[in-house]
């Protein structure tokens, strides 16, 4: 069936970087986008950027700009999520989505920032 | 980045009917936002319920019908249930391709 399944929880350290997989299956996965969505804890849905599996072209809210970087990698059908230079207000949950009628999303993965 | 708002909180009777709303502060909410509402319960993903508009996925419950309505995308749900206790989320989409999430509704069925 289709599935998007990502990495396991983080705990990093301010400054530091975290990178976040999405592993598609039960598609193609060339086809369709995949959207970033994040959520602090007790807090709304934040739209943090696009890919396209196929080409690699990305877009992302300025708010990121600079700071997040999606990757793919076509071989193993996984997209990548990279968020640099973390600070305490980055802690949060963060999905992926597939585009186009957003007909599924990932579990989660909670990243954690913390001294 | 434009603004997203929805209600923070509503409460509808178990069998009664509500609608949610989405407004943009650039102006009036069109099909050509392609409004999106998202259901999530504590602790799980969000679930898509409504696409552009008022198009429904084959898991989406009959009660629930998106529109357009007074500039506003809303949300609209018939014969409320206990388990339609959530949050629902409203997305936007702008000419940037930058979509952005209303804050949510925390709908409460009592």
């Known amino acids: 069936q289709v599935q998007l399944v990502q990495s396991g929880a983080e705990v990093k350290k301010p400054g530091a970087s975290v990178k976040v997989s999405c592993k598609a299956s039960g598609y193609t996965f060339t086809s369709y986008h995949m959207h970033w969505v994040r959520q602090a804890p007790g807090q709304g849905l934040e739209w943090m950027g696009i890919i396209n599996p196929s080409g690699g072209s990305t877009r992302y809210t300025q708010k990121f700009q600079g700071r997040v970087t999606l990757t793919r990698d076509t071989s193993t059908r996984t997209v990548y999520m990279e968020l640099s230079s973390l600070t305490s207000e980055d802690t949060a949950v963060y999905y992926c989505a597939r585009g186009e009628q957003w007909p599924i999303w990932g579990q989660g993965t909670m990243v954690t920032v913390s001294s | ?110």
């Open chain 2, 1 to 110: 980045q434009a603004v997203v708002t929805q209600e923070p909180s509503l409460t509808v009777s178990p069998g009664g009917t509500v609608t949610l709303t989405c407004g943009s502060s650039t102006g009036a909410v069109t099909s050509g936002h392609y409004p999106y509402w998202f259901q999530q319960k504590p602790g799980q993903a969000p679930r898509t319920l409504i696409y552009d508009t008022n198009n429904k996925h084959s898991w989406t419950p009959a009660r629930f019908s998106g529109s357009l309505l007074g500039g506003k995308a809303a949300l609209t749900l018939s014969g409320a249930q206990p388990e339609d206790e959530a949050e629902y989320y409203c997305l936007l989409s702008y000419t940037d391709a930058r979509p952005v999430f209303g804050g949510g509704t925390k709908l409460t069925v009592l």
